[in-house]
C-alpha cells in the first residue's frame, strides 16, 4: 500500500463568503497540489471540501497520513459520523446535521475507497509547512472564485 501524507486547509472571505480549499499531497519524492473555490461558502465547507478532493485525488487504496487544522471534520469523521448516520443524519439534539451533503461525500470515500487514514489535528497558522502550504493553495482557491 502506497504512504501518501497529505495536508488540507480551507479559506473563506467572509462567513458565507467567496471560499477556497487547498491540499497538498506527498508520497516519496512525489508531490501534487490542488486547490478550487467557490463564490459563497463557508469556512466548515471549505475544510470539508479540501478532505474529500484530496482523498478523491487518490487513484487506488492507500495508508494516508492526513493533517489537517479542522477540529470540526476530524472529529465528524472520528467521532460524531456513526452517531449522525444511526439518527438519520441528525444530531443528538435533534437538529439537522449542517453540510449533510459533503459529510455523505466524505463518508463514502472514507468508507469505500480501502484506504487507511490516520488524522492528525494540526494548530492553524502556527508555521506548520504543510498546512502553511495548504492555507496558500486554499487562498488560491479563493482568488479562483474571485475571478
Given at each position: 500500500m502506497n504512504q501518501i501524507k497529505i495536508y488540507t486547509d480551507?479559506?473563506?472571505k467572509g462567513n458565507p463568503g467567496l471560499g477556497g480549499w487547498g491540499a497538498v499531497l506527498m508520497s516519496g519524492d512525489s508531490e501534487k497540489e490542488l486547490f478550487g473555490g467557490e463564490a459563497v461558502t463557508t469556512n466548515n465547507r471549505t475544510e470539508l471540501c479540501a478532505v474529500i478532493e484530496a482523498l478523491a485525488a487518490l487513484k487506488r487504496p492507500c495508508s494516508v497520513t492526513l493533517y489537517l487544522d479542522s477540529e470540526y471534520v476530524r472529529k465528524g469523521i472520528t467521532e460524531w459520523i456513526s452517531g449522525w448516520?444511526?439518527?438519520g443524519w441528525r444530531t443528538a439534539s435533534k437538529q439537522d446535521v449542517k453540510n449533510?451533503?459533503?459529510?455523505?461525500?466524505?463518508?463514502?470515500?472514507v468508507s469505500g475507497s480501502g484506504h487507511q487514514i490516520d488524522w492528525h489535528w494540526v494548530k492553524g497558522h502556527s508555521g506548520d509547512p504543510g498546512n502553511e502550504r495548504a492555507d496558500m493553495l486554499a487562498n488560491r482557491g479563493v482568488e479562483l472564485a474571485r475571478s
Open positions: 480551507g479559506a473563506c448516520k444511526a439518527r449533510v451533503d459533503l459529510w455523505k461525500r466524505l463518508d463514502a470515500i
